[in-house]
């Protein structure tokens, strides 16, 4: 298994004893109004640090000079944010951090930067989580994905009202179960699951439960764009549908395709879908490409699907209504549904899957 770093390569952050002259780490964080962050960097390309925040949102830069920098932000032990040294307006290397009111002093030596926290608090938290799960994925261990599942669910249950869960959450909801995603969010506070990150988690998780195989297929209605009015400047013509429209008619088994014009893996998997669909259309298949989050007007995701010899039935201008109902993390994103509206399949890709999928309802 992968584990998420950020957006580059960087080394895992460690969980250092402070410094100051004890040895033992304080058990409680001061009730101090900032958090303060100080850095020492060794790579002297780095010339500035760039510090954002999730809550209160924050967003700075701060330089680097002599190879170091401080700067204090508001205590916030619910946020999270990235710590990100910067050469040329480029990451170079980074860590996230939880502004809980601590002294943080970053490190970066060779590859390493370590953010080590002067508490026991969020920051401490979070750094020894994030050591466990570096030797968890430095191992190799057969039982890495067992582990990693164990250690999100011990975090978050740990941390049910700060940001080392977030962070956890964060990194687990690329791996884990819809329903695991329900069990370690359980038990966070009212507060941590009204974040924005932890609602869409657990809305995405409760999503795919309820549209998952077996599951009838969840209705729902947009604006379809069919045509223009070109008799002044070209406007849309629209028309309201529904996805019951062309989906659990009681006749056909429907191949349901949610792509993007600006998506290439989404145009790379059309011939997939069109071998498919030519093999199996006298049978009993028909195909319903759904264009969402599109990001040019609907007149080009006509001209592309007519490009691309998508001959069947379409629907555009669909947005994120389909995806939040579905779960849907990414696209190109296929499902099969059956003639009384049961989901059958969902999430195979390729030539061989559409095909291994379709196959076994359709003979």
Same mark, same amino acid.
């Given at each position: ?186 038990? $966070? /506070?009212? =507060?941590?699951?009204?974040? !924005?990150?932890?609602?869409?988690? +657990?809305?995405? &998780? #409760? ?80 195909? $319903? /490409?759904? =264009?969402?989050?599109?990001? !040019?007007?609907?007149?080009?995701? +006509?001209?592309? &699907? #007519? ?57």
């Amino acid at each position: 298994m992968k584990v998420r770093t950020i957006l580059f390569a960087l080394a895992a952050t460690t969980f250092l004893a402070s410094c100051g002259g004890s040895e033992k780490k304080s058990t409680v964080i001061e009730k101090s109004a900032v958090t303060k962050i100080t850095g020492t960097v060794e790579d002297t390309t780095v010339t500035e640090v760039r510090i954002r925040v999730v809550e209160p949102e924050l967003d700075t830069t701060i330089t680097v000079k002599d190879g170091k920098f401080e700067i204090k932000l508001p205590k916030s032990e619910r946020s999270y944010g990235m710590i990100l040294l910067m050469e040329k307006n480029q990451g170079k290397y980074g860590t996230y951090f939880v502004p809980d009111g601590s002294a943080i002093a970053v490190t970066q030596k060779g590859d390493d930067m370590t953010a080590p926290s002067d508490a026991d608090g969020p920051q401490s938290a979070y750094n020894a989580y994030y050591e466990k799960v570096r030797k968890i994925y430095e191992s190799g261990s057969e039982d890495a994905d067992a582990e990693l599942e164990k250690l999100w669910l011990e975090t978050v249950k740990a941390n049910p009202d700060n940001g080392a869960a977030l962070l956890a959450i964060a990194d687990a909801t690329y791996y884990l179960s819809p329903d695991k995603i329900l069990e370690i969010t359980d038990g $966070l /506070s009212d =507060a941590i699951k009204k974040d !924005e990150l932890v609602a869409s988690v +657990i809305a995405n &998780a #409760e999503a795919k439960m309820n549209t998952n195989e077996g599951k009838k297929f969840t209705d729902f209605t947009v604006e379809h764009v069919y045509g223009y009015d070109e008799s002044t400047d070209p406007q849309p013509l629209k028309e309201e549908v529904k996805f019951s429209d062309y989906v659990g008619k009681g006749t056909t088994y429907v191949l349901v395709d949610f792509w993007s014009p600006w998506c290439g893996p989404c145009k790379r998997e059309i011939p997939n879908i069109k071998q498919v669909y030519e093999q199996y259309k006298d049978k009993g298949l028909e195909v $319903l /490409s759904i =264009a969402v989050w599109e990001r !040019e007007p609907q007149s080009h995701t +006509i001209e592309t &699907a #007519e490009k691309l010899g998508m001959d069947w039935h379409h629907i555009n201008n669909a947005g994120s209504v389909p995806t939040d109902i579905y779960g849907i993390d990414g696209i190109p994103h296929l499902m099969l549904i059956g003639p009384d509206g049961t989901i059958l399949k969902r999430g195979f890709h390729g030539l061989e899957g559409i095909q291994a999928a379709v196959a076994e309802y359709i003979k």
